[in-house]
């Protein structure tokens, strides 16, 4: 069996014991929905490739505001966490992303690298949002307020509510 076959098949037992939403998308690529709490799914595509494993995973588009703040906080991230680390895309959209050469591929640390994509991607939202969308997230608490909409899931968010 190749590195490449091995690694492919290793990944599929991986996936199969989480217990979470994934699939097969071709025969080296697998998409996975990670279900999370301040952001309601990360979903997670992880490509077997000749040489290595990547892994990449959408956080949040490319922030409205305060750009070079979340950059600095990005950064500042990246450092603590462990085969994977934020990236941009060509239009500004924040990724995770990672790079595994196919010996490295076990069980074990396919869950540990799934397991940093969720705790940075869903760990990470909240704090994302209020950087780089504070207003959008002002104007979204003003117009439900005003028209007496659910503000359920604004609550992270109450500094940025205006005041009554």
Request: glycine share 6%.
């Amino acid at each position: 069996m190749s590195e490449r076959a091995r690694a492919v098949a290793t990944v599929s037992e991986a996936l199969s014991g989480l217990g979470t939403d994934w699939q097969q998308t071709s025969p080296s690529t697998f998409a996975v929905t990670l279900p999370g709490e301040h952001k309601l799914k990360t979903e997670c595509l992880l490509d077997v490739g000749e040489h290595s494993l990547r892994i990449s995973a959408f956080v949040v588009r490319c922030p409205d505001e305060a750009h070079e703040q979340v950059w600095r906080w990005l950064l500042e991230h990246n450092s603590r966490a462990y085969g994977v680390a934020f990236a941009l895309d060509r239009v500004g959209d924040i990724y995770l992303v990672g790079r595994v050469p196919l010996s490295a591929v076990t069980v074990p640390d396919v869950d540990q690298l799934l397991g940093s994509v969720l705790e940075l991607s869903d760990g990470s939202f909240d704090s994302l949002l209020r950087l780089g969308f504070a207003e959008s997230i002002r104007a979204e608490w003003r117009w439900r307020l005003d028209r007496g909409e659910s503000t359920a899931n604004l609550t992270a968010f109450q500094e940025l509510r205006p005041p009554s």
